[in-house]
C-alpha cells in the first residue's frame, strides 16, 4: 500500500479509501490510484484488512457440500455465490463425501482461517462440534439435512412427501410389483424418501415386506448392478423408484443394458440436466436447489446482520415433472 501511494503521490488512508470504495476521495486522486494499483499489481490483503474492519469480517463464507461434483451440490454452490457476490463475500467450498471424520475436519479448516459463516450439509450424528464456534457468534446454516445436537437455520427438501408422490404416481399406472434403489441409510434424506415411498405403498395396500429395497448405493455403478440385480430375478418389478440423480444413472444404464427402457416404468428422485432428452423423458421428483441455495443465502446474510431470532426450518416443496418414463403402464399379466 505504502508503494501504491508513493506511485500515485497520495496518503496510504488515501489508497485504503479507494480500494475499499469509501467516499472522501476526488476522482483525480482515486484515477491516480487506482491507475498505481494496475501498475503495481496489488492486491488487497483481506486478511490483513480484517483485522481493522468492524466485527473482524473476512467476507467469505465456508461451504460444505457432499460432494461438489454432483449437479444437485452445483446448483446450491452457484446460486449461494450469486446472492453474496453483490457483497462481496467469497464463497469457499469443500466436498465432504459423506464422511462425518471429514465433516469435522474441514469444519475446523474452515474457522481457523477466520470465515464469517459456515452454510454446511451434515453427515455426522451430530453437530455438536461446531457449538463453541456457533455460541462465539458464527452463523451457520445447514443445507439439505436438518442437524442433530445443534440449535441453527436449516433449508431441506420436503423428502419424504416427495418419496410419497413418487409412489403415488406409480400406483396411479396400474403398477404393484415396485422396487426401490436407495442412497446410504446413515443419509437422513435417504430415509425420509424411502418412508414417504413405502409408506404410500402400505396405504394402498402393499407391505413394505413385499417391496424389494436395495439401499447403500452411493455411486452410479453400484445403482447399474443392483438394477440389473433386481431386473433379473425372479419377480422382476415393472417400476422403480431411485432415490437420488446419481442412483437414477445407474438405473437408467441397467435399463438400457437390459432392453427394458420402454418396458420398467422408472421415477428419480432429483432432476439433472437432459433428462427431457432421454428415450423416454425420465420423470422425476425434482428438488429445488437454486431455491435451497438463495434461501441458504439468505438466511446467514440476515445472521451476519445482526438476525438474532430463534432458529428455524424452511422446507421447500418438491415437484413431479412427467416426462414419459414414469407413465409406462406394466403389462396385463403383472396388474
Known amino acids: 500500500m505504502r508503494d501504491v501511494a508513493a506511485l500515485a503521490g497520495v496518503g496510504t488512508k488515501t489508497v485504503s479509501r479507494v480500494v475499499n470504495d469509501e467516499p472522501g476521495v476526488s476522482e483525480a486522486k482515486r484515477t491516480r490510484v487506482l491507475r498505481a494499483v494496475e501498475q503495481l499489481n496489488y492486491q488487497v490483503d483481506m486478511a490483513a484488512g480484517s483485522l481493522r474492519r468492524a466485527g473482524r469480517r473476512t467476507l467469505s463464507i465456508g461451504l460444505l457440500l457432499p460432494s461438489v461434483a454432483n449437479p444437485f451440490s452445483g446448483e446450491i454452490h452457484r446460486a449461494i455465490e450469486d446472492a453474496l457476490a453483490p457483497r462481496g463475500i467469497a464463497v469457499f467450498a ?19 482461517r477466520r470465515v464469517d459463516g459456515l452454510v454446511l450439509t451434515p453427515i455426522a450424528k451430530s453437530q455438536a462440534h461446531v457449538i463453541p464456534q456457533h455460541s462465539h457468534d458464527l452463523p451457520i446454516v445447514f443445507i ?9 437455520d436449516a433449508i431441506v427438501s420436503d423428502n ?26 446413515d443419509i437422513q434424506t435417504a430415509r425420509e424418501r424411502r418412508r414417504g415411498f413405502l409408506e404410500e405403498l402400505g396405504r394402498s395396500g402393499i407391505p413394505a415386506s413385499q417391496v424389494p429395497t436395495i439401499e447403500d448405493l452411493h455411486d452410479e455403478e453400484a445403482a447399474r448392478r443392483a438394477a440389473h440385480e433386481l ?14 440423480n446419481l442412483v437414477t444413472f445407474g438405473a437408467m444404464r441397467a435399463l438400457k443394458e437390459e ?6 416404468a422408472l421415477v428419480g428422485f432429483d432432476d439433472f440436466a437432459l433428462a427431457d432428452m432421454m428415450e423416454p423423458g425420465i420423470t422425476v421428483i425434482a428438488q429445488h436447489p437454486e431455491r435451497i441455495g438463495k434461501l441458504a443465502a439468505e438466511r446467514i446474510l440476515a445472521r451476519l446482520d445482526g438476525d438474532q431470532s430463534q432458529p428455524s426450518t424452511w422446507v421447500v416443496p418438491s415437484e413431479l415433472i412427467v416426462r ?12
Open 259 to 264: 432392453g427394458m427402457s420402454h418396458k420398467v
Open 144 to 152: 439439505d439435512r436438518e442437524p442433530t445436537g445443534i440449535d441453527a
Open 324 to 335: 414419459g418414463s414414469g407413465e409406462l403402464l406394466p403389462p396385463p399379466q403383472a396388474i
Open 160 to 185: 419424504a412427501i416427495g418419496g410419497s408422490r413418487a409412489a403415488a404416481h406409480l400406483l396411479s399406472h396400474g403398477h404393484t410389483r415396485l422396487a426401490y434403489l436407495g442412497d446410504r441409510t
Open 231 to 244: 431386473l433379473n430375478s425372479q419377480e422382476p418389478p415393472t417400476a422403480i423408484f431411485s432415490s437420488q
Open 94 to 112: 469443500a466436498s465432504l463425501d459423506d464422511d462425518p471424520e471429514r465433516e469435522k475436519a474441514l469444519v475446523a479448516a474452515f474457522i481457523r
